[in-house]
């Protein structure tokens, strides 16, 4: 656990600048945002994971908080609910909690608004929940798109949320001296580029792609459109779960797109592959193993082992890479499962 003067010293910088500080510190979706201008938050996390219609977890944490905790609650983007209200807030405040970050909608805004306590969310909703699900708290979890672990600091200012790793905090911390040096050498009269060491190095080069024609075009051969339906092979990998393949000579790439909560198999070959998650967020099953995944995150699979997905609220866009390519995929004549 990070001391209290490295997060005091934290506490001190925006959010805007702890995310240049390490690459591991990474910044919540955009779309939670304070519910008040000038909400700001600083302190480790307690974490809560809860169901959709359901708010018991989010009144274990509350109460099992320590004063300066930063209440962090994985609702899974659900909008048709709201868990969390004037009556947890004064709880909070009760409790000394600093404020709370919810990937889903609260209620009462006005009320916690008028209280000035510290919230960030996706919006509102009144809709009431229960308290039958126990949920889980102290535990990691997805919130934001942001992997949360217990203890890990969290910021959050007009600019958003960061989770800042216990493990990188202290060096976190230490920003402030690079950021008045780059204010000094402005002072001086040197420009960004001078800082930054940005130089023109356009002049006599080719763009990599030729801009559009007009009215669009067609784009080089060898360039694709990952969102352009007409590019690469389709398949159904199973209901709500699609796939479009793409191949060269060495190697083979698979968009697979599953709908909101679409549950199926992404791919099993006898091939080693790499997967990304491109957008949204789900659970990734392999070998037994549930893992939530983030956008960004990455993994291997080794050749043979079957995997596969359960999409979250957003649903879910993956990237697969195997090598080498497979003639009867390339081809259209592997199997397609439909619904």
Not at 237 to 265: C, K, Q
Not at 274 to 289: A, I
Request: aromatic share 4%; glycine share 12%.
């Amino acid at each position: 656990m990070p001391t209290p003067e490295v997060l005091r010293a934290l506490a001190r910088h925006s959010v805007a600048t702890l995310c240049s500080t390490d690459p591991r510190v990474r910044a919540m979706a955009a779309t939670l945002t304070p519910l008040f201008p000038g909400a700001r938050i600083a302190g480790p996390a307690k974490t809560a994971r809860i169901t959709p219609g359901q708010n018991a977890a989010i009144h274990q944490a509350v109460h099992s908080a320590r004063p300066g905790d930063v209440v962090v609650v994985s609702a899974g983007g659900d909008a048709a609910f709201g868990p969390f209200g004037d009556i947890l807030a004064t709880c909070c405040r009760n409790q000394g909690v600093q404020g709370i970050v919810i990937d889903g909608t609260i209620r009462d805004v006005a009320a916690v608004r008028a209280m000035r306590f510290p919230v960030f969310c996706l919006g509102a909703n009144p809709t009431p929940t229960a308290k039958s699900d126990p949920g889980a708290i102290d535990l990691a979890i997805t919130c934001g798109g942001v992997s949360v672990r217990p203890g890990d600091l969290v910021i959050g200012d007009d600019d958003g949320v960061v989770v800042v790793p216990a493990d990188v905090a202290e060096g976190a911390a230490a920003v402030g001296a690079r950021e008045r040096h780059i204010f000094d050498r402005l002072a001086n009269g040197e420009t960004t580029c001078d800082i930054f060491e940005i130089h023109d190095q356009s002049a006599g080069r080719e763009p990599v792609l030729a801009p559009p024609t007009e009215g669009g075009g067609e784009p080089p051969p060898g360039f694709y459109d990952m969102d352009d339906p007409a590019h690469g092979i389709p398949r159904r990998l199973a209901p709500g779960v699609r796939a479009r393949i793409f191949g060269g000579d060495r190697a083979m790439l698979s968009l697979v797109a599953l709908d909101p909560h679409a549950e199926g198999p992404v791919h099993s070959h006898p091939e080693e592959q790499w997967g990304v998650l491109l957008e949204g967020s789900g659970d990734r099953m392999q070998d037994g193993h549930r893992v939530a995944v983030e956008p960004g995150s990455f993994w291997r699979t080794p050749g043979g082992v079957p995997h596969g997905f359960i999409a979250g609220p957003r649903g879910a866009r993956i990237l697969d890479i195997f090598s080498p390519p497979r003639p009867a995929y390339l081809s259209g004549q592997a199997e397609t499962r439909t619904p």
